[in-house]
């Protein structure tokens, strides 16, 4: 049995891991009125007992050798937020109506990241199965939800979790969360749920209380001391969030994983917990998404000598097109130049043994060998916007030429695309980083963060503040305004995502499954040729704009016979709100940027 309190036959059976404990008892309050239960304890440490009157409703808190109580770290629910007691949940009582649902193949999907609070004005799950259709009208078919691990405080992007079981109170009920997984499916979309294994957040962690070997002094970790997954008496540990995975597959549906800050999961043993994951939902059908820094071709190789999961986030694209169109905060590490784009479009991420200037450390290793898919790509996301002091998105940081140019890359290069919400209308809201701690924790959070940007010249200006994280209008200001899809501006974009990936998703060429379909270059701008059974594609990237091909002179575009290369798709057109392209001359198959622009050819008689 998983940890938790779980409905059986008989009443509610709970179960906890308490191994230095003498004597765990559980409070119970509920139709039966209150009352308590002593919990038998077996040989690995595990304390059980069944409620004979116990039912779905009932709350109760944990007394531990006398002391407490304390809220189940495996609660499905906190109705009153994480100090308060713990809710029994029956999951089996949803009816379920996506048993015809059949998830996208991995390499098919576009997601879209999404923040529960942020996304709607109201901030619900119930509220975001409106937005559904809309998504999947854009041709989204896989949301990937930030964390919902329920944490302090009313709002929060989500890592501060500290009850890793219970969908976080305020963005509603479980079933709620339920309703809206099975809503998407009935749109045709996915739902990936973001997950923290690497930390907990600083207000309402009790697992010490539990057992002070959920963490080890062997490992540290950028928030203290590590996770223990690989020291004396793991086992339960690790045993804990492979139940945690389990239950947003079997409990919510989900359809897979996105693993925050796996770099920061350090595990020594000799089976990864990351392997270990991978296999529980793989198992179910599921996708496992990995946010790390290494470049590790380990993390997607195939089991059992990899990790066999389903893509890692390729950030060096990110930063290099960051960089390129304006946003200078990761110089020290890229250039932004024509040739370090085309690099890690060839192999998928730039560091591939290089030092990094930032660690100086050799970071990275070559990943050619992992299916383009294992790549995921973004020029935006929740880190990419809100780690800036004021939460701008980068349509708000450079030209729209530059922007819809960077889009269209993204949307048609071989690996896959993630959106982060509203950036495809190029949405004016930022999206800031905004936390709701008791006084003092919120103070500190405040203090660091003001600290973190001291040295941005912006801010030696007095009548000009880094945003306060606790202030209730930072929130406010980072939720989207869906009124903005009445502006042509905002339209204009929307129709470049729409095109674009409809594109992708009707042409085979651009999600790849190997890499013999394709080839890359530079020819003073980034050159992506893909060619199937229905001919050849070119795509032309210019982020800078000011760049002249001759494509007759270059041996990487030559075609065979009579066939001419001919637009399909600028990112300048006028209905995308571009000036239209003068850019590419027909007859002498030569093209002439004068502004940021990609251009799509395709080969034809």
């Known amino acids: 049995m998983t940890p938790g309190a779980h409905v059986v036959e008989g009443g509610v059976y709970y179960h906890v891991w308490a191994p230095t404990r003498k004597r765990v008892e559980v409070e119970i309050t509920g139709i039966g009125g209150p009352r308590s239960l002593t919990l038998s304890r077996d040989a690995q440490g595990y304390y059980s007992a069944i409620d004979p009157q116990g039912r779905a409703g009932d709350r109760y808190r944990y007394r531990l050798d006398g002391k407490g109580p304390f809220p189940d770290p495996a609660s499905r629910w906190q109705p009153e937020g994480v100090h308060g007691p713990s809710q029994v949940i029956d999951p089996k009582t949803y009816v379920w109506a996506d048993g015809d649902w059949k998830r ?63 969908p976080a109170r305020c963005y509603g009920h479980p079933d709620d969360l339920r309703a809206l997984v099975d809503a998407a499916h009935a749109h045709g979309l996915a739902v990936i749920q973001d997950v923290v294994y690497n930390h907990f957040g600083p207000d309402g962690n009790y697992l010490s209380q539990f057992s002070p070997h959920y963490f080890t002094r062997k490992h540290k970790t950028p928030w203290g001391d590590a996770l223990n997954v690989d020291d004396d008496d793991s086992e339960a540990v690790r045993a804990f969030f492979i139940a945690n995975a389990v239950m947003w597959m079997n409990e919510f ?16 043993s000799p089976r990864h917990i990351l392997h270990a994951i991978g296999e529980v939902v793989a198992k179910r059908g599921g996708y496992v998404i990995a946010e790390d820094e ?22 060096d694209f990110c930063h290099t097109v960051q960089l390129a169109i304006g946003d200078d905060r990761f110089k020290a590490d890229f250039n932004g130049s024509v040739e370090e784009l085309a690099d ?50 980068p349509n708000q940081l450079t030209s729209p030429e530059a922007y819809r140019a960077a889009s269209t890359l993204l949307l048609l290069s071989p690996y896959t695309p993630e959106l982060f919400m509203g950036q495809e209308w190029a949405a004016s809201t930022p999206f800031i980083y905004f936390t709701d701690h008791h006084d003092e924790l919120g103070r500190l959070v405040s203090e660091g963060r003001r600290k973190e940007f001291s040295h941005h010249s912006a801010f030696n200006d007095p009548e000009v503040e880094v945003p306060d994280p606790q202030a209730a209008t930072v929130f406010e200001k980072s939720k989207l305004l869906w009124n903005e899809l009445e502006d042509r501006p905002h339209l204009s974009v929307l129709t470049l995502y729409r095109d674009c990936i409809a594109l992708r998703h009707a042409q085979c060429v651009f999600r790849p499954d190997r890499r013999d379909g394709w080839r890359v270059a530079n020819l003073g701008v980034v050159a992506i040729r893909y060619h199937d059974q229905n001919g050849d594609w070119l795509l032309l990237a210019d982020l800078h704009g000011d760049h002249r091909v001759r494509l007759l002179e270059q041996p990487f575009c030559e075609l065979s016979g009579r066939e001419k290369w001919r637009v399909i798709l600028s990112s300048n057109e006028v209905k995308y709100g571009g000036q ?14 004068t502004r940021p622009e990609v251009l799509l050819l395709k080969s034809r008689l």
């Open 294 to 315: 290494r470049n590790w071709s380990l993390i997607c190789a195939p089991r059992p000598e990899g990790f066999g999961l389903d893509a890692v986030y390729a950030d």
């Open 580 to 593: 239209g392209s003068l850019s590419f001359e027909e007859r002498r198959q030569s093209v002439t940027f």
């Open 253 to 268: 549906h989900m359809d897979g994983l996105r693993l925050d800050a796996t770099h920061a999961i350090i595990d020594d």
């Open 104 to 166: 996208p193949r991995f390499r098919d999907l576009v997601l879209y990241e999404i923040h529960i609070g942020t996304f709607t004005r109201d901030g619900t799950f119930r509220s975001t199965i409106a937005s559904l259709p809309y998504l999947r009208d854009l041709g989204i078919n896989a949301i990937q939800i930030m964390p919902v691990a329920d944490f302090p405080g009313d709002r929060n992007w989500g890592y501060d979790g500290v009850s890793l079981f219970a």
């Open 344 to 393: 890690e479009i060839e192999h998928g991420w730039h560091y591939r043994g290089q030092k990094s200037h930032f660690t100086r450390r050799p970071r990275g290793g070559e990943g050619k060998s992992l299916p383009p898919s294992c790549f995921l790509y973004c020029i935006s996301n929740h880190d990419q916007v809100g780690n800036r002091a004021c939460g701008e998105r």
